[in-house]
């Protein structure tokens, strides 16, 4: 079993990217992404690419993740890809929640694979905010795409986690 630190030190961003820190623990408890320090589940870093600010995430999947035996269960695999598009969003001061998730698996994904999702903003209209994301390895390999819906909600129902986003953008 890899520690969680030495995962950690491996989740290495690309030049240009900036990384975008948020505390394990928010609100009324640890996030399910991100919350988790063993190294067995889910291990992530996030960025932003400073020339675009697209967002982007290192990612291992531990065996705790496991769906298939050796592979990835699917439902880790739609839990990072949704985290990534909101907090893409959430980048550009947009306050969302998920509303839809639609999430094309190509190709299983391999336990303690370090990966890539990139997600981006698709459009904005009014309330509704449209975002893609990808999953890939180093060789490329493109292992799911997804696209999300996410509903702008008061700022006011995210209490102090704005801190951390307003941060990041000075």
Known sequence: MQKYSSVLLQLKGEPGWKEFNLPATYGDGRSFVMGDNSGKRLTVRYFVRESDNRFFAKIFFGS??????????????????????GFAAWITGQTVVAAKLCVDYKKMLPLKTIATIEAWIDSIKGRKVITKSKIYDENGTTFSKAEGLYINIPKERFRDILNYRDKFKT
Do not use: C, F, N, R
């Not at 769906?67 to 598009?85: K, N, R, T």
């Open 64 to 85: 705790a993740t496991q769906g298939p035996p050796g592979y990835a269960h699917g439902g880790s695999i739609a839990a990072v890809l949704d985290e990534a598009m």
